[in-house]
C-alpha cells in the first residue's frame, strides 16, 4: 500500500456561492466513502489566514516560505491504496464532488516513517 496525496490549489475551485453547498455535501460523501472503504488517512484545506513561516534547524523562524515556494494552499486528502490505478479513481472522485481537477503525487516509502 502506498500513500497518495490528492491536492487542488484553491485558484481552482470556482463554484458559486449557491453551488457551494452542494459542493461541501458531495466531497463530504467521498471523504465519508473513503473513510468507510478503510483508506482515508488524512484531509483539510490550508488555512489561508495563518502566514507560513520556516524554522530553521537552530529554531530561528523567517516569515513567509521558500523562496521557490510561490503558494500553498487549497484542499488536500492522503489516501492509502493499492495501486496508482486506486488513487487516479479516488482523484475522479474527488475532482467530481469538488467539481476541479485532482493532482495526485504518491509519497516515498519510508520504513522508519
Known sequence: MTHYLISFPSSAMVVSAED???V?????A?????KDAGVYVFGGGIDEDVDPVLVAGDGTVTDGTYPETTRL??????LN??????????A??????????????AFQYDPLS
Open 20 to 22: 457551494f453547498p452542494d
Open 92 to 105: 475522479g472522485k474527488i475532482a467530481a464532488s469538488c467539481r476541479c481537477p485532482q493532482e495526485v503525487r
Open 30 to 34: 467521498v471523504i465519508q466513502e473513503a
Open 81 to 90: 491504496l493499492p495501486s496508482r490505478e486506486a488513487a487516479l479513481e479516488w
Open 73 to 78: 494552499n487549497g484542499g488536500f486528502t492522503i
Open 24 to 28: 461541501v455535501r458531495d466531497s463530504h
